[in-house]
C-alpha cells in the first residue's frame, strides 16, 4: 500500500523532527556553564563600579549633572540586585574554573546572602539620596555604599 508506506515515512520524519526540536528545547533550558555565569557576573560587578566612578567623578567636577549622577545610582541599584543571583553551586573556585570568588560564598552563604542585601538596602538609599541633588548627602551615601562593597571583596573576593 503505497498511502501506507508514505503515511509511515511522514510520521517517522515528523517524530524525528519533534525529537530535535524538543532536544533543542531542553538544551536552551538548561543551566548555564560556570564560565558563562562567572562572565555575567564580573560584568555585572564591572558595571557597578563603572558607575561608582562616574559618580564619584561628578561629585569631584565642582558642578555635578544630576541626571549623571542618579543614571548611575540607579545603575548601580538596578545591577545589585541580580548580582547574588549569580553563584550559583558549581560557579566557585574549582579546577578549570578562573574566578575571584571564595569558597566561603558557598561555605558561608548566609553571611554572603545578608552582605548582598544590605548592597541592595544601600544602593537603594543611593538612588533616593540621588535623587535629592545633595551633593554632600550623595558624597556621604557612596561613601556607605562603597564600603558595603569594600566588606564584601574583603571577605569574599581573592585579590589579583
Known sequence: MPGLATFKSFSLG???????????SIAANAAPTADAVI???VAGFKKMGGAMKALGDQLKSGAPAKATMVAA????????R?????FPAGSGPAPGVKTDALPNIWTDRATFDAQMAKLVVEADKLVAVTNSGDAAAIGAQAKATGAVCGGCHRKFRAED
Open 14 to 24: 515528523a517524530f524525528v523532527l519533534s525529537a530535535t526540536v524538543l532536544t533543542g
Open 39 to 41: 562572565a555575567t557576573r
Open 73 to 80: 545610582a540607579q545603575t548601580i541599584a538596578t545591577t545589585a
Open 82 to 86: 541580580g548580582q547574588g543571583k549569580l
